[in-house]
């Protein structure tokens, strides 16, 4: 096998453990609706010990793209997509810890009545799940312009969240009750609401991967 098919072969495998994270932190928001919407902190638990599975394959990610760039030493743009997988896996690191914070959340709140509360959260979960599949797949299929709709799609999460601070404001009008509820709720949703900065992460350092430019700063 030659150096090049060695490489383009590690590569593969590179972007096969990309999606596997990202299906990782996919199948966790969907798991963290669940458990908010019934209380369930047996699906709580799972996300939270699914968190270390997730960082097991950051850790694999890291230790491939290292050996990538020490026994092959690429150039040029394979170079850039292997560094720039360094940074977008810290990012899908985090939204992997953004899950398990909200998974115990859920494990510490126990009020069923928190889920009716709140009619944004669903949403938010919904908006970023989404945005967490699409950022992955625009960064190792180097879409610049899939990438760019991505961070247009951020405002939606920050609109919602928005929409979530005046929810738990109209709580609190009318009942000092639920302080308790309201904190956490707004907890939630900024978990939820980072979780798509970090997608917008993911996407900007796919335009780097491309132009060398990060937020509009000449870099390479």
């Known amino acids: 096998?030659?150096?090049?098919?060695?490489?383009?072969?590690?590569?593969?495998?590179?972007?096969?453990?990309?999606?596997?994270?990202?299906?990782?932190?996919?199948?966790?928001?969907?798991?963290?609706?669940?458990?908010?919407?019934?209380?369930?902190?047996?699906?709580?638990?799972?996300?939270?010990?699914?968190?270390?599975i997730i960082n097991d394959i950051e850790k694999a990610i890291e230790a491939r793209c290292l050996s990538l760039i020490i026994k092959q030493q690429p150039v040029a743009s394979d170079l850039r997509f292997v560094t720039t997988a360094l940074k977008v896996v810290t990012d899908m690191e985090r939204i992997g810890d953004h899950a398990a914070d909200i998974a115990e959340l859920i494990l510490r709140e126990k009020r069923e009545?928190?889920?009716?509360?709140?009619?944004?959260?669903?949403?938010?979960?919904?908006?970023?799940?989404?945005?967490?599949?699409?950022?992955?797949?625009?960064?190792?299929?180097?879409?610049?312009?899939?990438?760019?709709?991505?961070i247009k799609q951020d405002d939606i999460v920050?609109?919602?969240?928005?929409?979530?601070?005046?929810?738990?404001?109209?709580?609190?009008?009318?009942?000092?009750?639920?302080?308790?509820?309201?904190?956490?709720?707004?907890?939630?949703?900024?978990?939820?609401?980072?979780i798509g900065d970090h997608c917008v992460n993911i996407c900007e350092w796919t335009e780097f991967r491309e132009t060398g430019t990060l937020n509009n700063i000449r870099l390479l």
């Open 1 to 52: 096998m030659t150096a090049r098919i060695s490489f383009d072969a590690e590569l593969r495998l590179l972007k096969e453990d990309l999606f596997e994270m990202a299906h990782l932190i996919e199948v966790a928001i969907e798991k963290i609706m669940l458990a908010f919407e019934n209380q369930d902190e047996k699906l709580a638990q799972e996300i939270i010990q699914g968190d270390r």
């Open 113 to 150: 009545q928190i889920y009716e509360l709140t009619q944004h959260i669903p949403e938010m979960g919904l908006a970023t799940k989404k945005m967490v599949h699409a950022s992955v797949d625009a960064f190792t299929t180097l879409n610049i312009e899939r990438a760019r709709e991505i």
């Open 158 to 194: 920050d609109d919602l969240f928005d929409k979530v601070k005046m929810e738990v404001a109209n709580i609190l009008k009318q009942s000092s009750n639920q302080v308790d509820q309201c904190v956490d709720i707004l907890m939630i949703a900024k978990y939820f609401e980072r």
